[in-house]
């Protein structure tokens, strides 16, 4: 016996079970055999197959299809695999009932795709109801026969619960039996036990957007649809139905194949495409210079392999996309992961990484010892990515290129919030319960509960709390949707619908419904075509360079590694620059002072979990502050460019090659053995390396130290090829930064266009570099920011309200001519259709400012010019005329008392102050020596500054202390300050978001002050 009809969460918000705890209650229980049998989909069918197959058990794999006979008869069919072909057909099925605007299987597709499947037709059916009620059996035998015509394996499915009625079961079986098909048990089970019913109703309530009721108790059907164990299943089912179930279970032995490593072919004849490869390796070469022993020894390894491990074809396929995007203005990344070790790739030109003169290992990459799918992923513009994989389409048809599905979960507070607006229960009482809740993303409810005090305060003292909390719990974790892989594509020679399940997006998109983990373990081949946010930033650059200077620059030779732009890293404003620009990197960089290119490769290796806490030591080493050792003098040439400390896999690797002999195919095994902390492996890796160092003439003792260091370092050391290729686009961006400082603050302002915060910190950063700013204007700016000398003027796309559309009626109207006046503005843009809202928005703005008329006094008379500027509506107008129309009179414009906070508008319509910074007044009124936040050094040094409070928490740092971490603000720039002692502590009940404070800081780095007093402006000194 077992569970048939058994929906999980991948039939989305419909129900409690998910895969792996459909295998342990199967496990539990001890049941021979498992189902599946999702609504129209397969999502969750490969990794239900694999953990059936890790814990010997039976999987049953079946698909829930609504079939459509006509236009007004769909039923839901279950149909089960009985083998791997079985499994193809439903693949098929499952494709074809998710094409683009299709909801429902139909019957014409039944026949084609049946031989290996059974088909079992559900009991609790209306239209079976109905019919057999109204002994309606000539139609009913009709349609029935039509089935068996299709499937030589039929079953009715029999579902009994508590007060179901019996009188209709029994007509509904011996209606089969009249018909020769015989009723199996078909427990249905959309939740694990009875006491999920209530969350599969609120389940259903979130898909459905409505709010929480009991109806969904009040069907016995809903109720006991859950898993039962074998006991309760012999209580529900006759001895007949159960035997029926064991026959199709033994009918069944289903498996899914491994793919084939199979692409679409490049050339027919396999000798013809290494051949090929070989030629143009060869050929790029002798353009570059490099036809040495050296790099012809790498390359005839490097392609030896390649055509070893069957991957000429994906070599050329990546090589033509890649070719395709440089050909058509699409900016590529110089490499990304372990690419970058193949000179063959290089070559290419699919990475622009010189693996020798990089020092890089393409054993890291391919290894014949480690059978792998080759992993080439590549960085494009993010705004054209998608252009990129049109061409793929249209290269090779959308069916044989699909995008990876993913899935949303139900998070932590996602979980809360849908759980309460079922509950009905306010959005402000949500809001300050969240806001109690811990930031770490990987904390589940229940541990928030548990670890985090205030979490557990809060709810303790509203039950309303304790039961939205008990009920969200019980949804966390359950898919909610499924969605698209933000890089992974899928290539396959044949269709790719017919090898996995997949869903029409639209007329040419095909979405695996697989996720990346179960598409690579059946062997189709991923690949990464990543959209990077910095190469549209760097391209954008480029191009105004160009433009500017007529410098026509590249990714690959833009000139950066020059002493200027390592002094202005080491001075840590390194704000918009690629994987420099968080607080504790900014710090890092300037106590590190990077003086080369290798500096800035090994610091964004070493700054991540693990190995951080050998950056201090780095840094001294890198200083003289602390002496360089190593084990032994042949570590030296291999450690002295990262100071004596292993950083990167590749040197583990050229360790245990030069010291124990290893091939680099071994060394990158053994690598990978000591990563997995497998005590007995690590034994079996121990003893084999002490050997070899031993047998290569080393001492023992220095062994078995050298292999402890090897294996502390295992898990930290990081991709060096990978670290390098972002090394090259960070220090890109600096570049810019340095040589083109305007360029570069121009494109971040509109790439942050709808960040506020972000284009503040912009602004304040360019400022501090003498970059002045410019209020909109009507008559002389863009759509977006442009550069005029060393000044920015803002867009008339920034301003709210006004955004692109208006503006760029604005700028298609100035092609006429400069507006003349106010008056010459009113009247030729209203006949535009410019609105009230939009000329305050012009106003508040300073976009006006050029007609020399104060803001107050546009205001006071917008009626008045409104009025005026629709006179003309319907007259024809040649522009700077309106003084020709005498009979039009002129409105004087008339002083008018008015209450507005003219800088308020001013950031409210601009996102920021651009006259004066409110608290720049306030420091010139109170004449004390506040410092600058943007004047805050490196220097050790107790100040006052004055600022806004942008953000203040109470929290805990690393070792579990209690600290208040306040954000503050002033007219110069953003700073993060940190106070630990109980009298600071004590302020987090007196202090709150916007308040305007006067702080006694004591300076230890920029990134790290802390608070010694602080006092609200106008209160009491705490």
């Not at 006509?70 to 072909?85: G, R, S, W, Y």
């Not at 084609?112 to 109204?134: A, G, T, W």
């Not at 990475?351 to 003169?357: E, G, L, Y």
Request: aromatic residues 12%; glycine residues 4%.
């Amino acid at each position: 016996m077992f569970n048939l009809r058994v929906h999980t969460d991948n039939t989305f918000l419909s129900s409690t079970i998910t895969v792996s705890k459909l295998i342990q209650y199967t496990l539990k229980y001890r049941f021979p055999a498992v189902a599946i049998c999702d609504v129209q989909n397969m999502h969750g069918v490969a990794e239900f197959y694999h953990l059936c197959l890790k814990n010997q058990i039976k999987p049953v794999i079946g698909v829930e299809f609504y079939v459509s006979f006509d236009e007004e008869m769909t039923i839901p069919l279950l149909l089960f695999a009985k083998n791997a072909f079985g499994y193809q057909q439903l693949v098929q099925l499952t494709s074809l009932v998710n094409q683009y605007q299709v909801r429902t299987l139909d019957k014409k597709y039944l026949k084609m795709y049946s031989q290996h499947l059974i088909c079992v037709i559900p009991s609790d059916q209306p239209y079976f109801i109905e019919n057999i009620k109204e002994q309606a059996f000539l139609k009913l035998n009709s349609w029935l026969e039509s089935l068996k015509a299709i499937y030589s394996d039929l079953y009715f499915g029999i579902y009994r619960y508590k007060h179901c009625d019996e009188t209709y079961l029994q007509t509904f079986k011996e209606w089969g039996m009249q018909q020769n098909v015989f009723s199996l048990a078909m427990q249905n089970a959309f939740h694990l036990s009875s006491k999920d019913t209530i969350i599969v109703n609120l389940l259903d309530c979130i898909k459905n957007q409505t709010k929480a009721n009991k109806d969904f108790l009040n069907h016995p059907a809903m109720v006991e649809a859950y898993l039962k164990d074998e006991h309760d299943l012999k209580v529900m089912y006759d001895e007949d139905e159960r035997k029926q179930l064991q026959k199709m279970m033994h009918q069944i032995d289903v498996s899914i194949p491994h793919l084939p490593f199979a692409l679409p072919s490049t050339l027919k004849d396999k000798k013809q495409t290494i051949d090929l490869l070989a030629s143009q390796c060869q050929k790029r070469l002798l353009e570059l210079n490099l036809n040495t022993i050296e790099y012809q020894t790498r390359l005839q390894n490097e392609l030896q392999v390649i055509d070893q491990m069957g991957f000429v074809d994906y070599f050329f396929i990546v090589a033509d996309y890649v070719h395709y995007a440089k050909t058509h203005d699409i900016m590529v990344g110089p490499g990304r992961g372990s690419a970058g070790s193949s000179l063959v790739a290089y070559l290419l030109e699919i990475t622009s990484i010189d693996p020798i003169q990089y020092r890089l290992i393409f054993e890291r990459f391919l290894n014949v010892a480690r059978v792998s799918m080759p992993d080439i992923d590549i960085d494009f513009l993010d705004v054209k990515r998608d252009q990129v994989i049109a061409y793929l389409k249209e290269k090779y048809g959308y069916r044989h290129v699909s995008q990876i599905g993913t899935f949303s979960t139900l998070g932590p507070k996602g979980a809360i919030r849908d759980m309460a607006r079922v509950l009905s229960m306010n959005t402000d009482e949500v809001d300050y319960l969240l806001s109690f809740y811990p930031k770490k993303e990987d904390l589940s409810i229940t541990q928030a509960y548990k670890q985090v005090e205030a979490f557990k305060d809060i709810v303790d003292r509203h039950q309303k709390y304790k039961q939205l909390i008990a009920l969200a719990s019980q949804i966390e974790g359950l898919k909610r949707q499924s969605g698209i892989h933000a890089a992974g594509v899928v290539l396959y020679k044949d269709s790719i619908d017919a090898a996995v399940p997949t869903i029409q997006i639209n007329e040419n998109t095909l979405v695996t419904q697989y996720d990346y983990k179960q598409i690579e373990k059946l062997g189709l081949v991923k690949m990464d075509l990543l959209g990077l946010k910095n190469l549209t930033i760097i391209d954008a650059c480029l191009h105004l360079i160009q433009q500017e200077t007529q410098q026509n620059y590249t990714l690959d030779t833009f000139p950066y590694d020059q002493k200027e732009v390592y002094d202005f890293l080491a001075t840590g404003n390194t704000m918009g620059i690629f994987q420099l620009e968080s607080v504790g990197m900014k710090r890092t960089i300037q106590e590190l002072k990077p003086t080369c290119f290798e500096d800035i490769v090994s610091l964004l290796a070493i700054y991540r979990p693990g190995p951080m806490k050998n950056i201090h030591s780095f840094i001294a080493r890198k200083h003289h502050q602390e002496p360089i050792t190593y084990l032994h003098e042949d570590l030296k040439e291999i450690l002295e460019p990262t100071y004596g400390i292993i950083v990167y896999q590749e040197q583990i690797m050229q360790i245990v090659q030069k010291i124990a002999n290893y091939t680099y195919s071994e060394a990158d095994l053994f690598r990978r053995a000591i990563g997995k902390k497998d005590s007995q492996e690590l034994q079996r890796q121990k003893e084999r390396f002490i050997q070899s160092c031993v047998a290569n003439h080393y001492p023992m003792d220095f062994a078995i130290a050298l292999f402890a260091l090897i294996e502390k370092f295992a898990d930290y050391g990081f991709n060096r090829a990978h670290s390098v290729g972002y090394a090259k686009i960070a220090m890109v961006m600096a570049a810019i930064k340095v040589f083109y400082p305007a360029i570069f603050y121009k494109t971040l302002l509109e790439m942050n266009a709808d960040s506020d915060q972000k284009k503040l910190l912009l602004l304040q950063e360019a400022q501090y570099f003498h970059i002045q700013l410019e209020f909109p204007s009507v008559n002389d700016s863009a759509l977006h920011y442009t550069i005029q000398s060393n000044r920015l003027r803002v867009g008339l796309g920034e301003i709210a309200t006004i955004k692109a559309t208006m503006a760029n009626q604005i700028l298609e109207e100035r092609k006429e001519g400069l507006f003349l006046d106010i008056y010459d503005f009113m009247i030729r843009m209203i006949k535009r259709n410019l609105s009230m809202a939009q000329f305050e928005a012009l106003v508040y703005s300073g976009a006006l400012d050029c007609f020399k008329i104060k803001r107050p006094l546009l205001i006071a008379n917008q009626q008045n010019l409104f009025e005026y500027g629709n006179m003309f509506i319907d007259l024809p107008y040649q522009i700077h005329d309106y003084q020709s129309y005498d009979y039009l009179p002129i409105p004087l414009l008339k002083q008018q008392e008015m209450q507005i906070d003219w800088l308020a508008k001013e950031k409210e319509y601009l996102g920021f102050y651009l006259s004066v910074h409110p608290i720049k007044k306030i420091k010139e009124k109170m004449n004390l020596p506040f410092v600058d936040i943007v004047h805050l050094s490196n220097e050790k040094q107790k100040v006052s500054i004055l600022g806004k409070i942008n953000k203040i928490e109470f929290k805990k740092n690393k070792s579990g202390k209690d600290m208040l971490v306040v954000q503050l603000e002033d007219d110069t720039g953003n700073v993060t300050l940190y106070g630990f002692s109980p009298t600071i502590l004590n302020l987090r009940d007196q202090l709150f978001k916007k308040d305007l404070v006067v702080v006694d800081v004591d300076v230890q780095s920029k990134t790290f002050i802390l608070i010694q007093r602080m006092q609200k402006i106008g209160g009491k000194e705490t």
